[in-house]
């Protein structure tokens, strides 16, 4: 191996409002690294393995090292994503060619991707076939990154802290919006995780200050239309607002998207059909006041919210990659490790192998949702709520946040 | 009039993210004038007029008082609102008759009401008939608020910076979203308005930092769709990603309301049907990958990103209502004057009468939108831009904002 490899580093999947935080910690550790004469290099792929197939692939401009600090709250993935899935080689080895002949030319010894549960699968088979296959001495790590926080083997992923705080805020600003009027409504809210209940089981923070949020809905837990209704009418009646925040991913028993057989059932159209319309028709035909509210993007973009502990978790998590992959680690994923402390919240770096994560999905475990009640458990909460503490403070500019 | 007649204050209409800042203005100043022996009790209703009608009136608790301040930051309306519309009290005194009635029980002298157009409707009509018919001596005094900005002799009302900061920097973070894939999207941002363009158009203040939103589209511009498709593809073609602001109340040229002809042409159903879902399934079937943003209550709501110049205008204007009320002002509503200052925005306090306000609408100026183009004019920007100038800087604990 050339003993100044460059350092390549890549975002995939779905933004979330601390990638670009990670990216910093990736960037600015190898910057100083270089400087230190331990690296060659900084490079970064456009628009992830989709700009490595291509040879989209640059150093850092000094303007972009310049501005690098902003990435800390910029939403979005500064150096572009994709959800480009790679095939295993032995079925196909035409990109991982394509993939090694790029490598090559550009003497990248390291490779940090940034992504979800996909995004861990293409690096952990990319840093597979270098060693098994193509015989080719390069570093790969991969960088957690997800909102859905339904990655394997750590104990939380970056991003999720920052939208379970969005989520929250959003929930209980709603229920204190809701509050104005004597006649009262059954809000409808709908937060993302198409398999997965962690986002939608953050509204429940909300009610640590107070019973914001009535009725929780994952899609773990089959989902009970008419038990539904049922329990939003009878809380309507004693409270006369009721709050529910439902997942997009919700299904009945057959396993059947909620979402999917509302705009079946009533529209005939599936684009515009989320769960939480749909419920919200279902509430105002049985004639209450409603509303849907669906949180959409900003989940997963506002960083101006953003929780300063994820935010410093994800700049964390991209130093320690960059420190382990010059140390000689490879085939690995960061990962936060929960530490029992009398101080209270802490977590720990650790390296888990790639291999045990890609294409895997953490549920939301049954010890910590309650389908009768509908609600999330203590332990839940517990689990939570160190995640969205502290405020991320975003430059702002002429009354606008400032961005990469 | 008794020396020493009681204070009320009331909330009516939609809730803001700072109609409470000024109902901290209003009651902090009134318990400070009641300290200073000038005033007797002061007083609120509960959901506004309605409680008036219902003799839901009270003293503020210590515990209100105590915790007074936070009100400057928490969403909704504190002490509850209401659509109620009062008849002119020729055509029926029954409603007139009871709330002097309270008015009188409650030896109540000042009556300031916080509200948007149709609230100051509400506050002319009783200060007329109390003057007039009944000659019961109460000062009436109306503290402006909507997020639609559409009240006539004020240069703006307070809730509308905040809510045009948050639309604006939503924009911009969806923006950021969007860039992160190659294949790109045509976005289409649904913003409240029902009549005016005032917060649709602060959409564009998001492309003081970068060219965020490429079109925005107001309800006093007739829209027409085949012109709007033409805009949307062909820059497409060019940028790769589009961003459209809506407003809710944008019409046809015959003055229906886009989101209704949509719902009835596609679905037979109005009320899913908001115009940026009906538009975006335009853009699906012409093929495009498109995605429709409601803002929907975050807007009002947000208290967390609100404007620090809306938090203090709204805070002043309950001051300067209370300082009015005392000096014995009646059927005034308190307004906001911009002055020429060579030190850039100022605002004076000043009165109007509320005969002149209450149900007017004031439009966006045809100076400060290019229908030509889809987009707001420097004039625009001028105008709105320090209204959005600073961060209110809400308390946290937990991670989650703290509300009154």
Redesign the interface.
Known sequence: MAEKGNLLYG?SGG?TSVINASAYGVLSSALEAQKQGKLGKVLTAR?GV?GILEDDISPLSAEQTERLPLLTH?????F????HMLKDYEEDETEYLKILEVFKKNNIRYFLLNGGNDSMDTIAKLDKYFTLKAHYDCRCIGIPKTIDNDLPLTDHTPGYGSAA?YI???C???D???????KGRINIVEVMGRDTGWLTASAG??N???QAVDFIYIPESPFDTADFLNKVEALFAKKKRVLAAVSEGIRDQGGQFIAESGAKD????A???GAA?YL??LV?NAGYPT????L???Q??????A?KTDVTEAVNAGVYGVKCALKGQSGQMVAFQREEAKAGYQISYVLVPLAKVGGQIKYLPPTMYDAKTASVTEEFLDYA?PL????AQPE????????F
Request: aromatic residues 10%.
């Open positions: 975002q933004p628009f989709q910029t939403p979005g993935a500064a572009g994503s994709c959800r705080k929250a805020t959003s209980l600003s709603i204190y919006d809701a509050r104005c009027y004597q923070l909300a640590i200050k107070d009533a529209f005939g159209h684009q515009l059909g319309s919200s028709s105002k509303r849907a509210i669906e959409s993007l900003a997963r973009s506002f960083s101006s919210l929780s709520s969205i503490e502290g405020e702002f500019c002429l009354g606008l946040p400032l961005f």
